[in-house]
């Protein structure tokens, strides 16, 4: 795959990507690209929409705070969709903001919220979640669009979970301090079966899972429990740490 232009500014738009298809730009989004990024007529701008690929734009300017793009070349070609899933208690807002971006920027695929019984800020906001997802791929040169789903109780989440999906869940209370082991002995076995890897990634609240919660997980013969490291981490930071980890032992950094 072509890699990612870090020089030309890059937009997400909705509509379909086809080429000479003209993308009328709504007045926020005219006076962004005019009046502050101040581009001039025919400048260069990618877009994407996360169905059609990233595709090179001119930009029409027919007004002071009115504009279109025109599509004419694609850049990069729309990927296969991430199967990794990343599940999270919710945060307080501005904590919740910065772990949705970095989740997205790790490669989630889908993003899934759920309620666990130490959970602190039980209500969500799925717009700004979205907001968050496109933000962070429009900064970061990535081109499929994870998807959020409404959130569930860790519970009813588990009963209705796809054995085929293993789910790594990160254990505050693990003896170990190593999180190599256990996901090297996941990575041959799914490397046994044969198939591509679908895989999930839970983080627990800040006050992390109760008693309960953890024997129901470990219980559970799709889990994989794993540490991670000696120190106590925040959630959001417990996100990019575990995140990191996995991609690089068997998600699509390996």
């Not at 679908?198 to 627990?204: D, E, M, R």
Request: with cysteine; proline share 6%; aromatic share 6%.
């Amino acid at each position: 795959m072509p890699r990612y232009d870090f020089t030309t500014k890059r937009l997400f738009v909705s509509q379909d990507l086809r080429p000479d298809l003209a993308i009328s730009l709504d007045r926020k989004q005219s006076n962004y690209m005019i009046n502050v990024l101040r581009h001039k007529h025919q400048d260069h701008i990618l877009l994407f929409n996360g169905r059609d690929g990233e595709w090179l734009s001119r930009l029409e300017i027919e007004a002071r705070k009115s504009a279109s793009l025109i599509p004419f070349e694609q850049t990069r070609p729309q990927p296969e969709e991430s199967q990794l899933t990343y599940i999270f208690a919710p945060l307080k807002k501005g904590r919740l903001d910065y772990m949705v971006q970095k989740a997205v920027e790790m490669g989630a695929g889908k993003l899934q919220p759920v309620i666990t019984e130490f959970t602190q800020n039980p209500k969500i906001n799925l717009d700004k979640i979205e907001a968050n997802i496109i933000e962070a791929a429009q900064q970061c040169g990535i081109i499929s669009l994870p998807k959020h789903c409404l959130p569930l109780k860790l519970e009813d989440l588990l009963k209705s979970w796809d054995e085929a999906v293993s789910l790594i869940y990160c254990d505050e209370g693990s003896q170990s301090q190593n999180p190599i082991d256990a996901l090297e002995k996941l990575k041959k076995k799914l490397d046994a079966n044969g198939s591509p890897a679908a895989l999930a990634v839970l983080i627990g609240p800040e006050g992390g899972f109760s008693e309960t919660e953890r024997k129901m997980l470990h219980d559970l013969p799709f889990v994989t429990a794993i540490p991670l490291g000696p120190r106590v981490l925040r959630a959001d930071t417990a996100a990019v740490a575990a995140l990191a980890i996995v991609q690089a032992t068997i998600g699509d950094w390996h």
